[in-house]
């Protein structure tokens, strides 16, 4: 008995060595092992990741006593690695249903298609909410005329359902990004005006309810357009264009501004296939301002304008000289098209090798390929945002203080709104960005090595990449809209 009670209490004695390490003599080498091994295995505890990402107080009072600015110097022109920034801006002209999931699951998703593996490029296109065109078209190789076109509403009739859901569920999925004016009123005679303002009320009450929200707007159609906007001023072709005059019948532009819309292309087309900066100021007749963009829509051969901006000509738009030189010179480019004219013609061998060339400048890291609201959403912010800096205790801090539009007015930004903004730094580790005074978590921040100029950088991740192919039918479709 003695020999089993000896036995015993050998036994508990190593037992609580070994589950009672806290009770070992002082050896903070072997009790710091310990722990680090414990630490290293057991997921990290929330609340001291938030106590490691907390702003140190004097940071704060640094930064509130600081003046905001922006310095161009400061900061990338372009998300990293990209030189430049390319936008297809394809207008929903003659364009079906069935052509448009077509050429969109081609050119945005990464699907095997009858014309090899799509692009899995982000490419926006336009809608309209009614037509009232009385101009005899036939739309694609079926034979279907006017009616077919994809439009959210049959005709200018706001109680019949043509295309909505469907428009619906490719705004929602990012095909659809701007508002190629509210519908098609182009007639065969100049004077017969079919548009009416009711159409545009009606048109903003649908987009509203249905969450539908544009900041792009792209004028169309021939002088029996009324409600287009922006070019009076700029040749007697556009005094056609009532949109932005309050005294006329079809003036809209105080439906346009209130509903968030803040980029225009005004009608008027333009040769060059680059721009420095693809914004502008537009007046508009009402009082009202607005942003212009540029979009590349035909070349000049011997002083004559050769439209380019149809399907069959895509490979004339799209060439090696031309993105070489875009890269170069760091440059934007929109280039307008009208995949749905012909839409066929977008598949010839030669359209498609140009499109793919533009995918392997893109996947190179030379071009960002971008739909059109979030090229003109990225040019206006980079080129506006204010912040402060703070060197503290071997640490630069950077607080995003806000959006200076010159046109809208100054703004304090969400997270989306500073997607690709990219600050040079010497030291990207070191180097921490804050949002309002708050840390922003690592997983939006992007840190980038010394490049050609020898400078490294620390910025906001570009949006997450989507190749997910939404012609397919599914309940449910995410909004897109979020970066990585």
Partial sequence: MKKCFVLLSFVLLLVSVFLGCSRLPNTPGKQQAVISERLAQEPPNQEKKVEEKKVPEEVIEK???SRAIHNSKDMRKFPYPYKA????????????????????????????????????????????????????????????????????????????IHDGEKIKRYYKAGWIDALHTYGDFSRLKGED??????????????????????????????????????????????????????????????????????FLWNSDCKADFEVDNPLFPINLRDGKRIWGFHRYTYDMIKSTADWTWTPENVHKQITKERLNKLVKDQGYSIIAQHFGVNAEKLFIAKNIEALRLLKEYKENGQILVARTSRLL????????????????????????????????????????????????????????????????????????????????????????????????????????????
């Fill in 377 to 484: 959403n990225y040019a206006l912010n980079q080129q506006y945002v204010k912040y402060s800096l703070v060197n503290f205790r071997d640490k630069l801090w950077i607080n995003i203080d806000s959006i200076a539009d010159p046109i809208f007015g100054e703004f304090k930004p969400e997270l989306e709104d500073l997607a690709g903004l990219t600050f040079y730094t010497d030291n990207p580790e070191k180097t921490c960005i804050l949002l309002n005074l708050k840390p922003i978590d690592d997983k939006y921040i992007q840190r980038n090595p010394k490049e050609d100029n020898s400078l490294k950088s620390i910025g906001f991740k570009w949006y997450k990449e989507n190749y997910h192919d939404y012609t397919k039918i599914e309940k449910n479709v995410s909004n897109l809209d979020e970066i990585h």
């Fill in 193 to 262: 005006i079919s548009f009416r303002r009711e159409y545009a009320e009606k048109a903003w009450e649908t987009l509203n309810k249905e969450n539908m929200k544009f900041k792009v707007w792209i004028n169309h159609g021939n002088q029996s357009n009324k409600q287009n906007f922006g070019a009076n001023n700029i040749g007697k072709y556009f005094h056609y264009q009532e949109g932005d005059n309050a005294k006329s019948p079809y003036y809209n532009t105080d439906l346009v501004i209130k509903n968030g819309v803040k």
């Fill in 63 to 65: 930064l509130k006593a």
């Fill in 85 to 160: 920034m390319v936008a297809i801006s394809s207008d929903i002209d003659n364009t079906t249903l069935e052509e448009f999931e077509k050429y969109h699951r081609f050119l945005n998703t990464k699907e095997r298609t009858e014309f090899g593996e799509g692009l899995g490029l982000d490419i926006g296109d336009t809608m309209w909410v009614f037509t009232g065109s009385n101009v005899p078209e036939i739309t694609d190789l079926k034979g279907h005329g006017q009616e077919s076109v994809m439009t959210y509403y049959k005709g200018t009739d706001s109680t019949a």
